[in-house]
């Protein structure tokens, strides 16, 4: 599966979470890290859901970039 993740750039550090997967967060002190991080946190969130008897949600959020200008 392929789920959307939102990656923010805070004061000393780089957090990461996932839309569609509640409470699935990292942290870490690079993107490259944090990339690392949530890929790892996804694939144990995962895990735990399955061992509860979960469902495990279909990937539904999506990013779209949209480009606007400032009025001068």
């Known amino acids: ?16 979470y996932v839309p569609d997967l509640p409470g699935c ?14 890929q790892e946190a996804i694939e144990f969130h ?8 979960d469902e495990i949600p279909q990937p539904s959020s999506f990013v779209e970039y949209i480009e606007t200008q400032i009025p001068a």
């Open 1 to 16: 599966m392929r789920y959307a993740v939102i990656i923010e750039k805070g004061q000393d550090s780089y957090g990461a």
């Open 25 to 38: 967060v990292a942290v870490g002190d690079t993107v490259e890290e944090v990339k690392t991080l949530i």
């Open 46 to 53: 995962l895990e735990g859901m399955i061992e509860d008897g």
